[in-house]
């Protein structure tokens, strides 16, 4: 099994990755976890394939579990889906000594590590993340939010999981379109690093590669943003660098308004970041076409109509990221060296030279 270790100024928690771990769940949380009540968060998608296997680990370990499926899709990371999983803990009677258990992608895992940090002030969860996206990103280094009408995550906390649990055997439930979803954050987190993770990126192809080399794909995403995520818990400089690609994807993502899924939108900002700096000449000759060719190989997209729109632009300025009136891009020198660039907003639209989709 492996195994990788977070270690933050909050807490110190550890990520296993192994094919067939979700039929090893009770041993594993056991280790954790002292027996108590358990309220596990789900959704329409994921609770019918798992849930109750992931209950019945559970009950045989001791734990007495409830349980709330919420509707599937970014949709449920609002006030109201909030107040229901709120609600659930208060009907579950959940003490400071119980637990929340996300199952599920990123929405879910958002939503329940939120929902753990302000129940009683905050109580323990585990993070069981059963997509690609969530399993390379979102489960790791504590970010919890949901979005309101200004913008997407602006309503948030940092708030460690205990424990992440990663079964790569859940990728052969997921459409094609969702497992290539996620890998939009592998190659972000690649480009950044560079070598043997690149390497490894290069030789990925198609979707049936990604799920071919899951276990390595992962093992090199989290081990690069668990180290990024041990220096600086809370963004204030170094985690910045997690932002790569997310700049102009935030503000594609949101103006899209759901048509297209989180790491497509990653995507779409990650090619567009990286051709903007090497046109100012900030990023080496040819980088741009390795990490559109890495995006490209497995179908995802580089650009969109709502690329360069007032939505976007206003999407962008309204993005937490913002200090003052300064939005930070990380941009790449080449392959595995990673750099900030501060931009005006009120500048952005100058600033900005967008490949526009055809017939835009």
């Known amino acids: 099994m492996e195994t990788i270790?977070?270690?933050?100024?909050?807490?110190?928690?550890?990520?296993?990755?192994?094919?067939?771990?979700?039929?090893?769940?009770?041993?594993?949380?056991?280790?954790?976890?002292?027996?108590?009540?358990v309220l596990v968060i789900t959704d329409s998608n994921v609770g019918p394939l798992?849930?109750?296997?992931?209950?019945d680990q559970l009950n045989g370990a001791g734990f007495q579990t409830t349980d709330i499926t919420v509707p599937a899709g970014e949709s449920s990371k609002s006030w109201d889906v909030?107040?229901?999983?709120?609600?659930?803990?208060?009907?579950?009677?959940?003490?400071?000594?119980?637990?929340?258990?996300?199952?599920g992608g990123g929405v879910i895992g958002d939503l329940a590590g939120l929902t753990a940090s302000l129940w009683l002030r905050g109580i323990s969860f585990i993070q069981i993340p059963t997509s690609?996206?969530?399993?390379?990103?979102?489960s790791v280094g504590g970010k919890t939010a949901?979005?309101?009408?200004?913008?997407k995550n602006l309503v948030g906390s940092f708030y460690q999981p205990d424990l992440v649990v990663i079964d790569p055997d859940t990728l052969k439930t997921l459409s094609s379109r969702v497992t290539v979803e996620g890998y939009g954050e592998v190659v972000k987190c690649a480009a950044m690093n560079g070598g043997d993770f690149?390497?490894?990126?290069?030789?990925?192809?198609?979707?049936?590669?990604?799920?071919?080399?899951?276990?390595?794909?992962?093992?090199h995403s989290i081990s690069f943003k668990a180290k990024v995520v041990s220096q600086d818990e809370r963004e204030g400089n170094l985690r910045r660098l997690l932002n790569f690609g997310h700049t102009i994807g935030h503000g594609v993502e949101f103006a899209a308004h759901g048509r297209l899924f989180h790491g497509?939108?990653?995507?779409?900002?990650?090619?567009?970041?990286?051709?903007?700096?090497?046109?100012?000449?900030?990023?080496?000759?040819?980088?741009s076409a390795k990490v559109t060719a890495a995006l490209q190989a497995v179908g995802l997209p580089l650009t969109d109509p709502?690329?360069?729109?007032?939505?976007?632009?206003?999407?962008?300025?309204?993005d937490k990221k913002v200090r003052g009136k300064q939005l930070t891009f990380v941009y790449l020198k080449k392959i595995g060296e990673p750099a900030f660039y501060p931009v005006n907003v009120d500048h952005l639209e100058d600033w900005l030279q967008l490949d526009q989709p055809s017939g835009k």
């Open 5 to 37: 270790h977070v270690a933050t100024k909050q807490k110190e928690y550890d990520i296993f990755i192994e094919h067939g771990l979700l039929k090893q769940l009770g041993k594993l949380i056991s280790q954790v976890w002292s027996a108590r009540k």
């Open 50 to 55: 798992y849930l109750s296997a992931v209950n």
């Open 82 to 103: 909030l107040q229901q999983t709120i609600k659930a803990c208060a009907d579950s009677h959940l003490s400071r000594v119980d637990g929340i258990i996300a199952l």
């Open 132 to 138: 690609l996206l969530a399993q390379v990103d979102s």
């Open 146 to 151: 949901i979005d309101i009408d200004s913008g």
């Open 198 to 219: 690149w390497d490894l990126i290069e030789q990925v192809q198609s979707a049936d590669d990604i799920l071919k080399n899951a276990v390595a794909l992962i093992h």
């Open 264 to 287: 497509e939108a990653v995507a779409v900002g990650t090619s567009q970041v990286c051709k903007q700096f090497e046109r100012f000449g900030l990023t080496a000759k040819g980088t």
């Open 306 to 318: 709502v690329l360069g729109s007032p939505a976007m632009y206003a999407a962008m300025r309204h």
